[in-house]
Structure formats: C-alpha cells, structure tokens
Nanobody
C-alpha cells in the first residue's frame, strides 16, 4: 500500500521560500508511469493544482504559479519536494502531495487521485 506523507514548516514569513517534502513509502517514485503532484487548498476555497514531477523526472507547473514554483526529487530517499518562493498570505493553505497515472491539473476532489497524503497546514504570516 502506497503512503504519502507531507512535511515542512507550519509557519512561513512573507517573502520567504516555502519548502515541503513528500515522503513516499510502499512504492518507488521512479516506477513508470506516474505523476507525483502538489496541490493545495486555501481556506474556504477549492483545490489548486500546483505542479508535478513524473516517474522519469520531468516537471510540469501551473502557469499561474510557474514563476515561483520548483519541484524536485531525491530518489535515494524516495521523496519529492516543493519549493514556493516569495510567499504571501494568499499562499496560506493545506498542501497535499498526490500520486496518479494522470496529471489531473484541474482537480475538484482529492478522490480524483489514486493516492494522497493527509495534508499539511502552511500559514504565511509575519
């Protein structure tokens, strides 16, 4: 059974860079042909897909966040990481990592993904 676990700071100051890690167990992030995504849900709003990294290491980003987002991976640790620069209070959200055979760049529900983590709350505040 695949499990995903997000980790990172719960509080980030404005203008700083947010860094979150998704640790995967029960399966390798290099196994073809999956998309490993980051999505978020601001309070009172719907899900927003941020970007993804594939089993082969290719990356895809939301056009609206592309200039501030970077997704990378550490295959030795079976982890992938999100970095979001120049954060602002509007970036306050619950952040999730997911796994699926499809990109799902416009999700309405977490259940659209085969697997997802429990989510981690990130608050941007001074």
């Amino acid at each position: 059974q695949v499990q995903l676990q997000e980790s990172g700071p719960g509080l980030v100051k404005p203008s700083q860079t947010l860094s979150l890690t998704c640790t995967v167990s029960g399966g390798s992030i290099t196994t073809n042909y999956y998309y490993w995504s980051w999505i978020r849900q601001p309070p009172g709003k719907g899900l927003e897909w941020m970007g993804a990294i594939t089993s082969s290491g290719s990356t895809y980003y939301s056009p609206s966040l592309k200039s501030r987002t970077s997704i990378s991976r550490d295959t030795s640790k079976n982890q992938f990481t999100l970095q979001l620069s120049s954060v602002a209070p509007e970036d306050t959200a619950v952040y999730y990592c997911t796994k699926d055979l499809r990109l799902h760049s416009d999700p309405t529900s977490l259940s659209e993904y085969h697997y997802w983590g429990q989510g981690t709350q990130v608050t941007v505040s001074s």
